[in-house]
């Protein structure tokens, strides 16, 4: 797999899915409204996916070692990789609903992530269970945040 596609899938796919269930979580915690959950994960899959493809364009530009093909080649990756991963985040939520369906997302967020760690830590010839249990961490640290944001804006705003 060419570099520039490599970047573009990582960093939308890891991106899609912290940022999707981090928001996710926040807003059910804080609200509990299917349609404001429905409405952030639609809005993080556009927005988010476009301002991530940007910043990774220009990332790219800075570095003066990759061709137009090239930065262009990780943009695009970006934006659908991180377009699909988020909106995937959806059909649990309409299939199960809104309790059963954060829970699905967060055990596919997850096993996304796991998987996605495991086939990046083998291309690159590092132990598949120190990134998996290292990247999986992480995304637990940002879920556990996002839950307790959630529940002070339910606390204090609400």
């Known amino acids: 797999m060419r570099g520039s596609i490599k970047t573009g899938l990582s960093f939308g796919l890891t991106s899609g ?3 999707t269930i981090g928001l996710m ?3 059910y915690e804080g609200t509990g409204l299917k349609l404001a959950v429905i409405g ?6 556009i927005t988010d996916a476009f301002s991530d493809a940007f910043g990774i364009h220009v990332s790219e530009e ?7 093909k090239a930065i262009w080649e990780a943009t695009i990756t970006t934006f659908f990789a991180k377009l699909i991963i988020a909106l995937t985040f959806l ?3 309409f299939l199960f609903g809104l309790t059963l369906g954060v829970k699905i997302n967060l055990l596919w ?12 830590a ?3 010839g590092k132990s598949p269970s120190n990134l998996i249990i290292h990247n999986l961490v992480l995304a637990i640290i940002v879920v556990l945040i996002t839950f307790f944001v959630g529940k002070a804006i339910a606390f204090y705003l609400v």
């Open 25 to 27: 979580v926040g807003l």
């Open 40 to 45: 952030g994960i639609l809005t993080i899959a």
């Open 17 to 19: 899915i912290i940022t």
């Open 91 to 93: 059909i649990p939520i």
């Open 109 to 120: 967020g997850l096993i996304l992530l796991g998987i996605f760690n495991y086939f990046l």
């Open 62 to 68: 800075s570095s003066k070692r990759n061709s137009r």
């Open 122 to 124: 083998k291309e690159s």
